[in-house]
């Protein structure tokens, strides 16, 4: 069975930058497209980028394009979430999920097979 494990979040000062990490095990993470997600707490989850299985297609929510760039090693089974220029409104836990949408035009929860348990991203201003 799949999972998934998020790591590299933390607290960091406006327009800083961390690497966000989604490691799989139990199955190959390269059969799937894999979306980042992000909530706020008591709002609803974001789809913030996907990228295809293959690596070839991305897609970011207009809240983070030029800011965000999501990538994929598929050797390790990891998708990486680069986060740059980040402010205080980036604040959130974000999560990695497997999705049914392959094509990555999707970055609904509705859409999710499987999710990590995320990992908490703080911006300071």
């Known amino acids: 069975q799949l999972q998934l494990v998020e790591s590299g979040g933390g607290l960091v000062q406006a327009g800083e930058s961390l690497r966000l990490s989604c490691a799989a095990s139990?199955?190959?993470?390269?059969?799937?497209?894999t979306v980042w997600f992000r909530q706020v707490s008591g709002k609803e989850r974001e789809g913030v980028s996907c990228?295809?299985?293959?690596?070839?297609?991305?897609n970011y929510a207009d809240s983070v394009k030029g800011r965000f760039t999501i990538s994929r090693d598929n050797a390790k089974s990891t998708v990486y979430l680069q986060v740059t220029s980040q402010q205080p409104e980036d604040t959130a836990v974000y999560y990695c999920?497997?999705?049914?949408?392959?094509?990555?035009?999707?970055?609904?929860?509705?859409?999710?097979?499987?999710w990590g348990r995320g990992t908490q991203v703080a911006v300071s201003s």
């Open positions: 990228i295809s299985s293959s690596g070839g297609s991305t």
């Open positions: 139990g199955s190959a993470l390269n059969y799937y497209a």
């Open positions: 999920a497997t999705s049914r949408d392959y094509s990555c035009s999707n970055m609904h929860p509705l859409s999710v097979s499987s």
